[in-house]
């Protein structure tokens, strides 16, 4: 992550704990599938999430434990602590592949060659197969 995280929470009681929602903004260095450089991409991500209390709120005596998959603690001094959750949604809210831009070229798989920063004296490589082809048609003739 790079600079600061901005957002805005909002906190509902429900009958067994918590409902939070609310989205955070903040910018993180990626680097691309394609060109592995890195590169920075500002991100606005939305969350809700259910928090459960670990102790009785009253009598301070351990509750029972959830399934922490889902739900997130509510720790003993009953404090509501975000980052996991900010953290999960956010790698959530990642798509599979980054590229630092939508027409990004990539490297060139022989010679490694940014192509973003022109194009190398590579001959394309030929697919094997079609190089199987070739020469049958060149034996028919
Ligand atoms: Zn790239
Ligand atoms: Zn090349």
């Given at each position: 992550?790079?600079?600061?995280?901005?957002?805005?929470?909002?906190m509902r009681r429900t009958n067994q704990?918590?409902?939070?929602?609310?989205?955070?903004?903040?910018?993180?260095?990626?680097?691309?599938?394609?060109?592995?450089?890195t590169f920075e991409q500002p991100m606005?991500?939305?969350?809700?999430?259910?928090?459960y209390p670990t102790v009785d709120v009253?009598?301070?005596?351990?509750?029972?434990?959830?399934?922490?998959?889902?739900?997130?603690?509510?720790?003993?001094?009953?404090?509501?602590?975000?980052?996991?959750?900010?953290?999960?949604?956010?790698?959530?809210?990642?798509?599979?592949?980054?590229?630092?831009?939508?027409?990004?070229?990539?490297?060139?798989?022989?010679?490694?060659?940014?192509?973003?920063?022109?194009?190398?004296?590579?001959?394309?490589?030929?697919?094997?197969?079609?190089?199987?082809?070739?020469?049958?048609?060149?034996?028919?003739?």
């Amino acid at each position: 992550m790079i600079g600061p995280i901005d957002g805005h929470v909002r906190m509902r009681r429900t009958n067994q704990g918590l409902l939070v929602d609310g989205w955070v903004e903040l910018t993180l260095e990626l680097s691309c599938n394609r060109c592995l450089k890195t590169f920075e991409q500002p991100m606005h991500v939305d969350f809700e999430e259910q928090f459960y209390p670990t102790v009785d709120v009253i009598s301070g005596m351990p509750l029972d434990p959830f399934d922490e998959d889902e739900i997130f603690p509510i720790d003993a001094h009953h404090e509501v602590d975000l980052t996991e959750a900010v953290r999960q949604n956010v790698l959530l809210a990642l798509p599979m592949v980054t590229i630092c831009r939508e027409d990004c070229k990539g490297l060139c798989p022989q010679c490694g060659q940014d192509l973003n920063l022109g194009s190398c004296e590579c001959k394309p490589e030929v697919d094997a197969r079609l190089s199987v082809l070739k020469q049958l048609l060149q034996n028919e003739m």
